[in-house]
């Protein structure tokens, strides 16, 4: 399979690119670190020989894999397998997954990969939610959580690069009547179990959503709204020659009503108000 360790950039896949892996695709694997960066193209895992249409992020112990994708596609073409192993063979791997410009489809999800003789390995699914969310990972027949239990660990990670929605977000679809084995150790530092709460800010937003595994159609990794508070900005800038230059940062928490901005020779004032609690 393709295994992109000897790079000493990241492999970048950019729109118009195509990456066909036949048999077992890796990144990093053997002791080393492989990154892929996804903006555009196809990257598709295919059938060939006994490891047919796998992807590994983190591949065999030692091996640390990162995969972020943000635009173009994520596939595979497979009879069987077209295994998408975030933590492959007691490898150590993480998928970002970055706003909603990409299309992710595989048949099988395993985080990280289970096995007898793998221990200390571990997977991230990592994702930052734009305004309308994230795009979710497709799944067709199989999601598997954490399949080692102690000797392994199932990590989920949620931020924003824009305002989060006020909606509710799926991250994992899980498509068919099949149910997601196990669980997350951890979403956001604390544990993923099932209404565990995530807290996300950006934008001037923060959203406080639920996590379940029984999401979306019943059975999709998601984050049920919860509520959202604006975040407060005060104003601070350059008055020189009036309202200049701001920056929007607010270091307190109470918000300032501008009574009076102005400018006069060798003097440059901003008369505020404090208003109490204007966002509790």
């Known amino acids: 399979g393709f295994n992109p360790n000897f790079l000493t950039d990241a492999l970048k896949v950019v729109d118009g690119g195509q990456l066909l892996g036949t048999g077992w695709m890796r990144v990093g694997s053997n002791v080393t670190t492989g990154t892929v960066i996804q903006t555009g193209g196809v990257v598709k895992v295919q059938d060939g020989g006994s490891n047919s249409a796998k992807l590994g992020i983190g591949d065999s112990a030692g091996g ?50 289970s096995g007898s003789s793998y221990t200390g390995h571990s997977g991230t699914l990592e994702f ?32 924003a690069i824009d305002t989060p929605p006020i909606r509710d977000i799926v991250l994992v679809d899980l498509q068919g009547t099949g149910v997601i084995t196990g669980f997350f150790d951890t979403v956001n ?79 440059h004032s901003l008369v505020v108000t404090p208003v109490k609690n204007a966002f509790s």
């Open 64 to 113: 640390i894999g990162f995969y972020t994708i943000s635009g173009g596609t994520l596939t595979c073409t497979s009879t069987s397998n077209g295994i998408l192993n975030v933590g492959a063979r007691g490898g150590v791997g993480t998928l970002t997954v970055v706003g909603t410009g990409a299309t992710i489809q595989m048949n099988k999800l395993n985080v990280p990969e």
């Open 189 to 267: 530092g604390a544990p993923a179990t099932e209404g565990a709460s995530v807290v996300v800010s950006g934008g001037g937003r923060t959203c406080t959503y639920a996590l379940t595994y029984m999401g979306g159609t019943g059975n999709d990794i998601a984050l049920i709204y919860k509520s959202a508070k604006t975040t407060p900005t005060s104003l601070i800038g350059d008055f020189e020659n009036g309202m200049t230059d701001w920056d929007n940062t607010w270091e307190g928490k109470s918000v300032l009503s501008v009574g009076t901005i102005g400018a006069t020779s060798g003097a």
């Open 128 to 159: 930052k939610l734009g305004a309308n969310g994230v795009s979710p990972i497709g799944v067709k027949t199989s999601v598997a959580l954490d399949g080692n239990g102690d000797k392994s660990t199932a990590a989920l990670v949620v931020s």
